[in-house]
């Protein structure tokens, strides 16, 4: 019996694999005089989406020739787009306003013709880009699942992917959809597949981070974890720890958690910056993320194999 428990805990720890840590931090300036926020990396990891404050226009960052192209001026552009696989296509909202009320449209960028094209014109409901394919970009309309590119729009695409919808944690599974609630009835945010597609990683309001099955059977528990994110090798989660005092944010911190919830480490240990919303390179190496004045970061990691 020890011996059998010995090894459950040695192949647990080589399934999730030592914490990384902190070896460096450089902070990326586009801009000497520009705030950005919710960076993210492109698919080969040489080049980061950047926004402003309230998601207002869409920027890449190349980090090689550090040189910044804008690609949108306008609002909402900057929330939660998305590179398609190869990296030669950014798929972004385009936020309208007409008597007090917001239409969304889909936009593709071509990086190599610099052209846009709109996929989805000026909807009430639709919802950012969900996941992106070589087929094109999954979206949602109401209540069809679609997948769009310049020259397809398909209904019920076979793929996996989880999203909130009405603030339900909602699966879609090659053409059916569930809701789930693995932790009751509520408000549920921040959710996301795992890269194998067979765990859900999700926030209910007011009572922290999960990780559960496609079946809602809760399997790890992370706690106070915000805005918590897949490394691509599935093995851990990056997350803040923000706090507030009703009106402002005090304090944010950027933290690891190993997938099944048993370890945790602080990345970041700072008295004066406010860390937020970190996000993974696809070599699992960095990560990015802004603070609360709009510097942008990249730390990165001290992996072992």
């Known amino acids: 019996m020890k011996k059998t428990l010995i090894l459950l805990i040695l192949l647990s720890a080589g399934l999730y694999g030592a914490l990384p840590d902190a070896a460096s931090v450089d902070v990326i300036s586009p801009e000497s005089d520009g705030s950005f926020y919710y960076p993210k990396f492109s698919p080969d990891g040489e080049r980061l989406l950047l926004t402003r404050e309230r998601f207002a226009g869409l920027w890449e960052y190349n980090l090689r020739t550090q040189t910044l192209?804008?690609?949108?001026?306008?609002?909402?552009?900057?929330?939660?787009?998305?590179?398609?696989?190869?990296?030669?296509r950014i798929y972004y909202l385009r936020d309208t306003y007409e008597n007090h009320r917001r239409y969304r449209s889909l936009m593709v960028y071509n990086r190599l013709s610099k052209g846009r094209d709109y996929l989805i014109e000026n909807k009430r409901l639709l919802t950012h880009p969900l996941l992106a394919t070589e087929e094109g970009v999954v979206t949602r309309t109401g209540t069809k699942i679609l997948v769009v590119d310049r020259d397809r729009k398909a209904e019920n695409p076979g793929i996996r992917l989880v999203h909130t919808f009405e603030n339900h944690l909602t699966l879609y599974d090659n053409g059916k959809e569930k809701r789930l609630a693995p932790s009751g009835e509520g408000n549920y945010v921040w959710a996301s597949l795992s890269p194998r597609g067979d765990q859900i990683l999700y926030n209910k309001a007011g009572e922290g981070t999960f990780i559960c099955d496609l079946d809602g059977n809760i399997q790890a528990e992370l706690g106070y974890a915000n805005a918590p994110a897949w490394s691509?090798?599935?093995?851990?989660?990056?997350?803040?720890?923000?706090?507030?005092?009703?009106?402002?944010?005090?304090?944010?911190?950027?933290?690891?958690?190993?997938?099944?919830?048993?370890?945790?480490?602080?990345?970041?240990?700072?008295?004066?910056?406010?860390?937020?919303?970190?996000?993974w390179s696809p070599d699992n190496k960095a990560l990015t993320y802004h603070d609360l004045t709009g510097r942008i970061y990249i730390m990165k990691l001290h992996v072992t194999e």
Request: glycine residues 8%; proline residues 6%.
């Open 69 to 88: 192209v804008q690609i949108s001026h306008e609002m909402g552009s900057g929330y939660e787009p998305l590179y398609s696989p190869d990296g030669n």
């Open 232 to 279: 691509p090798n599935g093995q851990w989660i990056a997350y803040m720890k923000d706090y507030d005092d009703g009106h402002f944010i005090t304090e944010s911190e950027i933290w690891l958690a190993s997938a099944n919830g048993k370890e945790s480490v602080q990345l970041t240990k700072t008295d004066d910056v406010i860390e937020m919303y970190p996000r």
